[in-house]
């Protein structure tokens, strides 16, 4: 199963913690980049966080030291937890899979490269909604 799926959003008060999850099948890859994007209504698709094979991890800069990604390779599930949210983390969550390289091509694009994640990113799960109350 290449499809990823999504799952533990749901309802929590500021303050509060989630952790979400993503079954896809990604062991078989020789390189690969696993991440989690999220986007807000009327907002363009960000990215939140990312891991890569051997587990070196990547963070937005809005969600470093709060959010905590992490890969069970034995289980090919990703995971991402989520402590002290906000409203502003108020999103659809959307696992997805680069299959072809490490995360760095993402995370250190040029400033002339394209913007749009779908380039990079070959399979997308379906989302997962968070949406986090005041």
């Known amino acids: 199963q290449v499809q990823p799926v999504e799952s533990g959003g749901g309802s929590v008060q500021a303050g509060g913690s989630l952790r979400l999850s993503c079954a896809a099948s990604?062991?078989?890859?020789?390189?690969?980049?696993l991440g989690w994007f999220r986007q807000a209504p009327r907002k363009e698709r960000e990215g939140v966080a990312f891991?890569?094979?051997?587990?070196?991890?990547y963070y937005g800069d809005s969600v470093k030291g709060r959010f905590t990604i992490s890969s069970d390779t034995a289980a090919n599930t990703l995971h991402l937890q989520m402590n002290s949210l906000d409203p502003e983390n108020t999103a659809m969550y959307f696992c997805?899979?680069?299959?072809?390289?490490?995360?760095?091509?993402?995370?250190?694009?040029?400033?002339?490269?394209?913007?749009?994640?779908?380039?990079?990113?070959?399979?997308w799960g379906q989302g997962t909604q968070v949406t986090v109350s005041s």
């Open positions: 997805a899979i680069d299959a072809t390289s490490g995360c760095t091509t993402w995370v250190f694009r040029g400033p002339d490269a394209p913007l749009d994640p779908r380039l990079y990113f070959h399979y």
């Open positions: 990604f062991v078989g890859y020789r390189h690969y980049c």
């Open positions: 891991i890569e094979r051997g587990g070196k991890a």
